[in-house]
């Protein structure tokens, strides 16, 4: 099983500022690599798929980035509205995983 | 637009069983790969099972064995079969359409407890 660690596992942060999270991977996934976010009382939303691919309607700020075993997901100039918890998930070998999780908290 | 609604959630006591089902709309469950994952209360998200578009079906080692994934074109709905519920197996659960789970339903939570 691959396992995906992110880092931080919380992080606080001022509004405008830039946010970087990183998953790494225990094994190489190629680019089968994808974020999204979660807010209190909702269902997951998909940021970026395989690496890079923005999802369509998504804020052109969250960008992602990455192949093999290490990936970032980046928020460029953070709003309010990005306090959620970030995961990532690969889909690359079975059984699919996910990270455990980057809680971000806007000061 | 793409909507997936789940339901069959609830409480059921060790050792019951529970059928989820998640319609869709907008989307065709038998052409695309399909997933259920679920997130126990206050915990991060954990994948439970998929189902490719040709058929093939997988399952995460904790559930193998006692639950089922299916699909039936004619009602373009997802089904999750689950049998010998543990306390453990309590969370919500979602469904989730494509590889990169694009999609996701708003989830049905499942009590296991006696």
């Known amino acids: 099983e691959i396992v995906l660690t992110q880092s931080p596992d919380f992080q606080s942060v001022t509004p405008k500022e830039k946010v970087t999270i990183t998953c790494r991977a225990s094994q190489s996934i190629g680019n089968s690599l994808h974020w999204y976010q979660q807010k209190p009382d909702q269902s997951p939303k998909l940021l970026i798929k395989?690496?890079?691919q923005s999802f369509s309607g998504v804020p052109s700020r969250f960008s992602g980035s990455g192949s093999g075993t290490d990936f970032t997901l980046t928020i460029n100039s953070l709003e309010t509205e990005d306090a959620a918890t970030y995961y990532c998930h690969q889909s690359g070998s079975l059984p699919e995983t996910f990270g455990q999780g980057t809680k971000v908290e806007i000061k | 637009e793409v909507q997936l609604v789940e339901s069959g959630g609830g409480l059921v006591q060790p050792g019951g069983s529970l059928r989820l089902s998640c319609v869709a709309s907008?989307?065709?469950?038998?052409?695309?790969?399909m997933s259920w994952v679920r997130q126990a209360p206050g915990k991060g998200l954990e994948w439970v099972s998929l189902?490719?578009?040709?058929?093939?079906?997988y399952y995460a080692d904790s559930v193998k064995g006692r639950f089922t994934i299916s699909r039936d074109s004619s009602k373009n709905t997802l089904y999750l079969q689950m049998n010998s519920l543990r306390t453990e197996d309590t969370a919500v659960y979602y469904c989730?359409?494509?590889?990169?789970?694009?999609?996701w339903g708003q989830g049905t939570l499942v009590t296991v407890s006696s």
């Open positions: 189902i490719y578009s040709g058929g093939s079906t």
């Open positions: 395989y690496a890079s």
């Open positions: 989730g359409g494509t590889s990169s789970l694009d999609y």
């Open positions: 907008g989307f065709t469950v038998s052409s695309n790969y």
